[in-house]
């Protein structure tokens, strides 16, 4: 199994939480967000490190969290910058020594192993794969709330993260958007951009993003059910 390296935007707020502070530092089960992500990749050996971008005033927080839960493996802290992508891209600039890099979000706990094991796999051998589900609801397509169309949700997936790339491409698509000014909303646009195909690896719908105060309730119960599975 090839070896990866994690790139973690973690300069977020709490604005959706409603937490008035960065929402990893809310605690599940006794740890906060933030450490329960990256005990994910702490504890694979696949991993062979990670990489933060984090804001300024919280790097000793995070230094001081990095120890206290045994996390060795973080290689570099770096700054974030106003948006997700700017805070990829200077994690993406700390990175030197090639390889397969993942992009991950540093509130979604619950991604296994299994999935980061085959998104390498697929990158490795095509360059570029993101996780996603299958969309479950009947999706329409209604502008001013009028439906035009009800979607083929066979054709749709709900994408999350990890989204794993060869350096080299993901390097090339972070510098033709910045120089170019665009904006995308994953990593994954920034790629299809430069018409390099993507392919959608299948997660599983658990694997959610820490967002409201709602999410923290279903963290707690995914949390449980996982100790009560390591003891089976």
Known sequence: ???YTVLLPAAGSGRRMGAGFNKLFLEMAGKPILI?????FEQDPDCSGMILSVKDEEKPKIEEMLER???????ALVEGGA?????????????????????????????????????VEVAREDGAAI????????????PDGIVEETVDR?????????????????????????????????E??????LGHPVKVVESTYDNVKMTTKEDLLFGEVLL???RQEDFQ
């Open 36 to 40: 329960h992500t990256l005990d994910v």
């Open 131 to 142: 996780a996603g589900v299958q969309v479950k609801d009947t999706m329409k397509v209604a």
């Open 69 to 75: 839960f045994g996390i060795t493996k973080v290689a």
């Open 1 to 3: 199994m090839e070896t």
């Open 188 to 193: 994954s646009m920034i790629v299809e951009r």
């Open 224 to 226: 449980k059910q996982r």
């Open 83 to 119: 948006e997700r992508q700017q805070s990829v891209a200077a994690c993406i600039d700390a990175h030197r020594s090639g390889g397969i890099v993942l992009v991950h979000d540093a509130a979604r706990p619950f991604i296994k192993r299994d999935v980061i094991r085959k998104l």
């Open 154 to 186: 066979s054709k749709l997936w709900a994408i999350q993260t990890p989204q794993a790339f060869r350096y080299e491409l993901l390097k090339e698509a972070s510098d033709k958007a910045e120089a170019e000014g665009f904006l995308g909303t994953d």
